[in-house]
Nanobody
Framework: QVQLVESGGGLVQAGGSLRLSCAAS????????MGWFRQAPGKDREFVAS????????YYTNSVKGRFTISGDNAKNTVYLQMNSLKPEDTAVYYC????????????WGQGTQVTVSS
């Protein structure tokens, strides 16, 4: 049974930093892509960043480029999202997800962690 558990959310002032973690379990994820998504109140869920274990490829949505960094620790089966220079518009519930085929959508999702950035 695949399980993704996020942690690290919280309340931070604008300009501050947070690091989100996503601990994955239940199978070998070396062939998977891991993604971070977010959903703000009243808005659709949006893609934030993704990471491939194989090759370490990363992708970001434009609004977070230069501020967020996605990375993975193979030994811990954990993916991180380092978020710097946070803005109030980054406030959302952040979800971790996994898939073998990003073009086909993500198959597994975590429960989400709240990030609130105050101005």
């Amino acid at each position: 049974q695949v399980q993704l558990v996020e942690s690290g959310g919280g309340l931070v002032q604008a300009g501050g930093s947070l690091r989100l973690s996503c601990a994955a379990s239940g199978r070998t994820f070396s062939s998977y892509a891991m993604g971070w998504f977010r959903q703000a109140p009243g808005k659709d869920r949006e893609f934030v960043a993704s990471f491939r274990w194989s090759g370490g490829y990363t992708y970001y949505t434009n609004s977070v480029k230069g501020r967020f960094t996605i990375s993975g620790d193979n030994a811990k089966n954990t993916v991180y999202l380092q978020m710097n220079s946070l803005k109030p518009e980054d406030t959302a519930v952040y979800y971790c997800a996994a898939t073998m085929n990003p073009a086909g959508g993500y198959d597994y999702w975590g429960q989400g962690t709240q990030v609130t950035v105050s101005s």
